[in-house]
C-alpha cells in the first residue's frame, strides 16, 4: 500500500476509535450514574469536570506535539483512553467517577489535538482536502460505539465486560494504526531530531506568527462548536418540549442532525477543493442558520410541525459538517514550527465554545423559551459567515519547502 494511503487509513481509524471510546462513555452515563448513586447536579459538575481537564489536555498536548511530534502523542493518548474507559465502569462512588472522568477528559482532549495534527500533516502531503473525511470517522465510529453499548444493554451483558473487551479491541486497533502514522511532522528539518536553531525558532514561534489570525481562528472554533453542541445538547428536547410530541420523536431530531453531518462530511472534501476552505465556512454557516430558522418556526404544535423542526436540524448538521475540519486544517498550517500549539489553542477554544453553547441556551430559555434561548446560535454562525476569510491558506511561518513531503 502506498505510504500516503497508509497514512489517510491510520489516522481514519484513530479519529474512528476516538469516536467509538467517547460513545462508550455517553451511552452508558445513565448506567454508570445509577450504579455511583450520582445525582442530576453532580453529573453537570462532572460534566464540567471532563471539560475543563480535556482543555488542560489540550495544552499540555499542543506543547509536546512540538516537542516530540504527534505520532507519539496520539499513539500515548490512544492506548491510554482504551485503558481509561474502565475508570468510570468500576467506579463505586461518585468521588470515584470524578476522579476517573478527570483521566478520560484529559487523555481524550490530548487524543483530539494529536489526531488532528496527525490529520493537518497528511492532508498537507496530499495537497488536498481530506479533513472532513477524517471527521467524518469520527461520527461514524461514535454511531458503531452507541450501537454496540445498545445491543449489549438490550441483550443484559455486563457492563464492565462489555467495555473490557472493547477496550481490548481498541488496544489492538491502535497496534493496527501504529504503523501508518505519520513519524515526522512535515516540513521540519530532514534530521531525526530537530537542531538548536529549530528549538530556538519554536520557543519564538508566536513572534512571527499572525497572532490575529489566530485568535480569530479561536473565535470562530468557539462560535462553530457553540452551534454544534447546542444541537447535542438540546435539539431532541427542542422538538418535544415545543411540539408536545414523544420522547422517541425527539431523539429522530438529534439522529437527524447527526446522521446528516456524518453523511455532509464525506462529501465536502470535493467540494472544498473546488470551491476553496472560504466559501464552505461561510456557505456552511449560511446553512446551517437557515437549517435553524426551519426548526425555530413557530407553526404551532403537533406532528407536521415536528417533522418541519426535524428537517431543519437535518438542514443545521448539513451547515455545520464542515466548518470545524476547514477551521482545523488552517490552525495547523499556520505554521510548522508550533503547529501542535496553534492546533491546541483553536481546538481547545472550540470545546470551549461546545460547552459553553448548551449552557447560554439554557439559561437563556429558563427565563424566556426554548425558542428564545437558541436565537444566539444564529449570531455566532452570522459571526462565522463574517470571518470565514480568516481559513484561507497562507505559506506556514517556518515552511521550509515548496511543496511537503510525508516523512515516515
Same mark, same amino acid.
Given at each position: +500500500?502506498?505510504?500516503?494511503?497508509?497514512?489517510?487509513?491510520?489516522?481514519?481509524?484513530?479519529?474512528?476509535?476516538?469516536?467509538? %471510546?467517547?460513545?462508550?462513555?455517553?451511552?452508558?452515563?445513565?448506567?454508570?450514574?445509577?450504579?455511583?448513586?450520582?445525582?442530576?447536579?453532580?453529573?453537570?459538575?462532572?460534566?464540567?469536570?471532563?471539560?475543563?481537564?480535556?482543555?488542560?489536555?489540550?495544552?499540555?498536548?499542543?506543547?509536546?506535539?512540538?516537542?516530540?511530534?504527534?505520532?507519539?502523542?496520539?499513539?500515548?493518548?490512544?492506548? @491510554?483512553?482504551?485503558?481509561?474507559?474502565?475508570?468510570?465502569?468500576?467506579?463505586?462512588?461518585?468521588?470515584?467517577?470524578?476522579?476517573?472522568?478527570?483521566?478520560?477528559?484529559?487523555?481524550?482532549?490530548?487524543?483530539?489535538?494529536?489526531?488532528?495534527?496527525?490529520?493537518?500533516?497528511?492532508?498537507?502531503? *496530499?495537497?488536498?482536502?481530506? +479533513?472532513? #473525511?477524517?471527521?467524518?470517522?469520527?461520527?461514524?465510529?461514535?454511531?458503531?460505539?452507541?450501537?454496540?453499548?445498545?445491543?449489549?444493554?438490550?441483550?443484559?451483558?455486563?457492563?464492565?465486560?462489555?467495555?473490557?473487551?472493547?477496550?481490548?479491541?481498541?488496544?489492538?486497533?491502535?497496534?493496527?494504526? !501504529?504503523?501508518?502514522? @505519520?513519524?515526522?511532522?512535515?516540513?521540519?528539518?530532514?534530521?531525526?531530531?530537530?537542531?538548536?536553531?529549530?528549538?530556538?525558532?519554536?520557543?519564538? =514561534? =508566536?513572534?512571527? %506568527?499572525?497572532?490575529? $489570525?489566530?485568535?480569530?481562528?479561536?473565535?470562530?472554533?468557539?462560535?462553530?462548536?457553540?452551534?454544534?453542541?447546542? #444541537?447535542?445538547?438540546?435539539?431532541?428536547?427542542?422538538?418535544?418540549?415545543?411540539?408536545?410530541?414523544?420522547? #422517541?420523536?425527539?431523539?429522530?431530531?438529534?439522529?437527524?442532525? !447527526?446522521? #446528516?453531518?456524518?453523511?455532509?462530511?464525506?462529501?465536502?472534501?470535493?467540494?472544498?477543493?473546488?470551491?476553496?476552505?472560504?466559501?464552505?465556512?461561510?456557505?456552511?454557516?449560511?446553512?446551517?442558520?437557515?437549517?435553524?430558522?426551519?426548526?425555530?418556526?413557530?407553526?404551532?404544535?403537533?406532528?407536521?410541525?415536528?417533522? /418541519?423542526?426535524?428537517?431543519?436540524?437535518?438542514?443545521?448538521?448539513?451547515?455545520?459538517?464542515?466548518? /470545524?475540519?476547514?477551521?482545523?486544517?488552517?490552525?495547523?498550517?499556520?505554521?510548522?514550527?508550533?503547529?501542535? $500549539?496553534?492546533?491546541?489553542?483553536?481546538?481547545?477554544?472550540? *470545546? %470551549?465554545?461546545?460547552?459553553?453553547?448548551?449552557?447560554?441556551?439554557?439559561?437563556?430559555?429558563?427565563?424566556?423559551?426554548?425558542?428564545?434561548?437558541?436565537?444566539?446560535?444564529?449570531?455566532?454562525?452570522?459571526?462565522?459567515?463574517?470571518?470565514?476569510?480568516?481559513?484561507?491558506?497562507?505559506?506556514?511561518?517556518?515552511?521550509?519547502?515548496?511543496?511537503?513531503?510525508?516523512?515516515?
Amino acid at each position: +500500500m502506498h505510504r500516503l494511503t497508509r497514512a489517510r487509513a491510520a489516522v481514519a481509524t484513530v479519529f474512528g476509535l476516538n469516536g467509538f %471510546l467517547a460513545a462508550l462513555w455517553v451511552a452508558h452515563i445513565p448506567v454508570i450514574t445509577e450504579h455511583t448513586g450520582t445525582s442530576h447536579g453532580q453529573l453537570g459538575a462532572m460534566l464540567l469536570l471532563v471539560g475543563a481537564t480535556a482543555f488542560v489536555g489540550m495544552q499540555v498536548c499542543g506543547r509536546l506535539i512540538d516537542r516530540i511530534g504527534s505520532r507519539p502523542t496520539t499513539l500515548v493518548a490512544a492506548i @491510554v483512553l482504551c485503558g481509561a474507559m474502565l475508570g468510570p465502569v468500576l467506579a463505586a462512588t461518585p468521588g470515584w467517577l470524578a476522579l476517573a472522568l478527570a483521566v478520560f477528559g484529559f487523555t481524550n482532549g490530548s487524543l483530539d489535538v494529536s489526531m488532528n495534527a496527525q490529520a493537518v500533516q497528511v492532508e498537507r502531503a *496530499y495537497r488536498r482536502p481530506i +479533513m472532513s #473525511a477524517f471527521h467524518g470517522f469520527f461520527s461514524v465510529g461514535g454511531l458503531l460505539g452507541s450501537g454496540v453499548v445498545a445491543v449489549g444493554l438490550w441483550m443484559d451483558w455486563p457492563v464492565a465486560v462489555t467495555v473490557t473487551a472493547l477496550g481490548a479491541l481498541g488496544l489492538i486497533i491502535v497496534a493496527f494504526a !501504529s504503523a501508518g502514522l @505519520v513519524g515526522r511532522d512535515v516540513g521540519m528539518a530532514e534530521s531525526s531530531a530537530p537542531d538548536a536553531s529549530h528549538e530556538e525558532a519554536s520557543r519564538r =514561534w =508566536w513572534r512571527e %506568527l499572525d497572532l490575529r $489570525r489566530l485568535i480569530l481562528l479561536a473565535a470562530v472554533a468557539f462560535a462553530a462548536m457553540l452551534a454544534e453542541g447546542t #444541537a447535542y445538547d438540546w435539539s431532541a428536547l427542542h422538538v418535544v418540549e415545543t411540539f408536545g410530541t414523544r420522547e #422517541a420523536i425527539g431523539a429522530i431530531a438529534f439522529a437527524g442532525f !447527526s446522521a #446528516a453531518m456524518m453523511v455532509a462530511r464525506f462529501v465536502i472534501d470535493p467540494i472544498a477543493a473546488r470551491v476553496g476552505p472560504v466559501a464552505v465556512v461561510r456557505w456552511g454557516a449560511v446553512i446551517g442558520a437557515i437549517g435553524m430558522l426551519i426548526a425555530l418556526i413557530p407553526s404551532g404544535e403537533g406532528a407536521p410541525s415536528a417533522i /418541519i423542526a426535524i428537517l431543519g436540524w437535518a438542514v443545521f448538521g448539513i451547515g455545520l459538517a464542515g466548518l /470545524i475540519p476547514q477551521i482545523f486544517t488552517a490552525a495547523g498550517n499556520l505554521t510548522t514550527r508550533a503547529g501542535g $500549539r496553534a492546533i491546541s489553542t483553536v481546538v481547545g477554544c472550540g *470545546y %470551549l465554545g461546545m460547552l459553553a453553547g448548551p449552557a447560554i441556551v439554557g439559561a437563556i430559555g429558563g427565563v424566556t423559551s426554548l425558542r428564545v434561548g437558541l436565537m444566539p446560535v444564529l449570531f455566532a454562525l452570522a459571526f462565522a459567515a463574517w470571518a470565514a476569510g480568516v481559513v484561507s491558506a497562507p505559506q506556514p511561518v517556518g515552511s521550509r519547502r515548496r511543496h511537503d513531503t510525508l516523512e515516515t
